[in-house]
């Protein structure tokens, strides 16, 4: 059984850092495409960044240069490190996963900025 578990969640102050994780069990996240989307209240679901196995990481241009996304293979753990964040951050966030398209989403982890 695939399940994928988010944390790290919560709330910040805009400029403030968050590290969420994702810990993958029932699949190797090595060979697997993954990424982290979000979704805000009102809005549509959407891409943040995405790995793809072997290659290298990109990002919607709303969170280049703030967010970074890597992966621990020995933990089977994938991450997105926010930083400079916005109040436009503010959404829940998912961990997903897939050999082509996404197959597999995590609960998600609510990630709030507000001051």
């Known amino acids: 059984q695939v399940q994928l578990v988010e944390s790290g969640g919560g709330l910040v102050q805009p400029g403030g850092s968050l590290r969420l994780s994702c810990v993958a069990s029932g699949i190797a996240i090595s060979i697997y495409n993954m990424g982290w989307y979000r979704q805000a209240p009102g809005k549509q679901r959407e891409l943040v960044a995405r790995?793809?196995?072997?290659?290298?990481?990109n990002y919607a241009d709303s969170v280049k240069g703030r967010f970074a996304i890597f992966r621990d293979y020995s933990k089977n753990t994938m991450y997105l490190q926010m930083n400079s964040l916005k109040p436009e951050d503010t959404a829940v966030y998912y961990c997903?996963?897939?050999?082509?398209?996404?197959?597999?989403w995590g609960q998600g982890t609510q990630v709030t900025v507000s001051s």
């Open positions: 790995i793809p196995a072997g290659g290298r990481p």
């Open positions: 997903a996963g897939g050999l082509r398209e996404v197959a597999y």
